[in-house]
């Protein structure tokens, strides 16, 4: 029986082969290939499936990430391909598949596999701030960004991540929308803005929402690490994990709540810190700064793949087999015997 995608439609035995995975220098990427193809069962389309496998080698393997810098590297000797550019816009704007399931395969993968080591992991959850030199991106205005201790246009999205003594890897980001943005920019938060989003949401209640929504699903933790902003003391985030029995560190409040059980300050500071350059990774090495849209299902859909991205980098570096389960756990979604053809051949 053929796998069925998250919508109930049965997904086809074989699949048409896929363009734009090679370089401009002829050089395929067949681990990236392999790992793509474990959540091929996460889009219904064959040419969404298409389009993720191209949007992780661009994000991956491409000097400009954008859209059209994607387009062009994936174009080679060609040149840029308006036709893929706009095919990769519409996926990450407009297609109607959820992040949020995709980053849920990709988190079961992670424990499943045994990545995350026999020690239960620390989940961490942070602030990222986004420079914008424009006025239209979604949550866009001047405001605190803390990386730099100083208020400047930008975005700022919380992400949440599970630190090992060895790596951290992000799972899981949500755009904090402004009051003042809200209400200032009704138009475009009705452009935008999903109705379900369009209320405010300090970043404390963010980082609850993030870890309600994730921890069930996570590894086990030994505790969680955040930054000052994002849990109060008495808050609703300490609340929630103490009535859950988890314990949790604010380290630049030097502030520990719960029951710790061999979670520590010192801990939570080195996952923080290991969360810190994954957070520069994200930015700097997989283009999360590098977005264009306009729309908060653009940005949550690029800001997936590129966690997605760098979890395979991740992996990679590690020396794990980022492409292949282990061996005894074969996994059944689609894309497992995928063979991509290339302009050219």
Excluded at 67 to 91: C, K, N, V, Y
Excluded at 149 to 178: D, E, W
Excluded at 207 to 219: I, S
Excluded at 238 to 251: D, K, Q, R, Y
């Amino acid at each position: 029986m053929n796998p069925e995608s998250n919508d109930g439609r049965a997904l086809p035995a074989r699949r048409k082969p896929v363009p734009g995975s090679r370089s401009s220098s002829g050089t395929a990427f067949p681990d990236l290939e392999a790992f793509a193809g474990q959540f091929f069962d996460q889009f219904s389309r064959a040419g969404h499936r298409r389009q993720f496998l191209q949007y992780l080698v661009g994000l991956v393997a491409s000097p400009v990430k954008t859209i059209e810098g994607i387009a062009t590297f994936l174009s080679g000797s060609a040149g840029p391909r308006g036709g893929l550019a706009q095919s990769l816009q519409h996926f990450i704007s407009s297609s109607p598949w959820d992040e949020r399931r995709l980053l849920s395969a990709w988190l079961a993968r992670l424990f499943r596999d045994g990545h995350l080591g026999g020690t239960p992991a620390v989940v961490t959850v942070t602030e990222i701030d986004i420079p914008k030199k424009g006025s239209h991106s979604v949550g866009v205005q001047r405001q605190l960004a803390k990386s730099l201790n100083k208020k400047l246009n930008c975005q700022v999205a919380i992400l949440l991540g599970l630190a090992t003594p060895s790596f951290h890897l992000p799972v899981a980001m949500r755009l904090y929308l402004p009051g003042r943005w809200l209400s200032d920019s009704a138009q475009a938060v009705e452009r935008t803005v999903p109705q379900e989003h369009r209320r405010f949401l300090t970043k404390e209640e963010i980082a609850f929402e993030l870890v309600r929504e994730w921890l069930p699903e996570t590894v086990p933790v030994a505790g969680v690490a955040v930054q000052p902003t994002l849990a109060g003391a008495g808050g609703i985030l300490e609340t929630f994990l103490i009535a859950n029995g988890l314990s949790l560190a604010v380290p630049e409040a030097g502030r520990l709540a719960g029951s710790a059980d061999g979670f520590s300050v010192v801990s939570a500071v080195a996952a923080l810190a290991l969360g810190c350059e994954s957070v520069e990774a994200l930015k700097d090495e997989y283009g999360l700064c590098q977005f264009e849209g306009r729309s908060w299902r653009g940005w949550h859909h690029h800001a997936a793949l590129v966690c997605v991205s760098h979890g395979f980098g991740k992996l990679a570096a590690s020396g794990s087999k980022a492409g292949k389960p282990k061996a005894g756990r074969r996994f059944s979604g689609p894309g497992h015997d995928f063979q991509p053809e290339f302009p050219g051949q």
